[in-house]
Nanobody
Framework: QVQLVESGGGLVQAGGSLRLSCAAS????????MGWFRQAPGKEREFVAG????????SYADSVKGRFTISRDNAKNTGNLQMNSLKPEDTAVYYC??????????????????WGQGTQVTVSS
């Protein structure tokens, strides 16, 4: 069992930065792939970034490449999403998720096993 709690969301102006954190409980978090997803009002939840258990494999959605950076610290059971050059279209509820595979990054929401409650990110123009 893995429990995930996101933090770090808030209101920021376009061009600004935010750092989201995901605190995980459970000794097996270090073996899970971790993903960040987001869901804007009226839209489906979408993949943002993912990192394998070892950290060696990382993947980003095209819309955030070059602006967002995903990382994890398995010793601390935490994951982070550094978001720079934020745009109004980045406004959404952001979720972290964990997936048992561990070795690859999966982009499908349906294949993730555990989810956090989400944190709101609002980017004003």
């Amino acid at each position: 069992q893995v429990q995930l709690v996101e933090s770090g969301g808030g209101l920021v102006q376009a061009g600004g930065s935010l750092r989201l954190s995901c605190a995980a409980s459970g000794r097996t978090f270090s073996t899970y792939t971790m993903g960040w997803f987001r869901q804007a009002p009226g839209k489906e939840r979408e993949f943002v970034a993912g990192i394998s258990a070892s950290g060696r494999t990382i993947s980003y959605a095209d819309s955030v490449k070059g602006r967002f950076t995903i990382s994890r610290d398995n010793a601390k059971n935490t994951g982070n999403l550094q978001m720079n050059s934020l745009k109004p279209e980045d406004t959404a509820v952001y979720y972290c998720a964990a997936q048992r595979t561990g070795t690859i990054v999966i982009k499908s929401t349906n294949l993730y096993d555990y989810w956090g409650q989400g944190t709101q990110v609002t980017v004003s123009s």
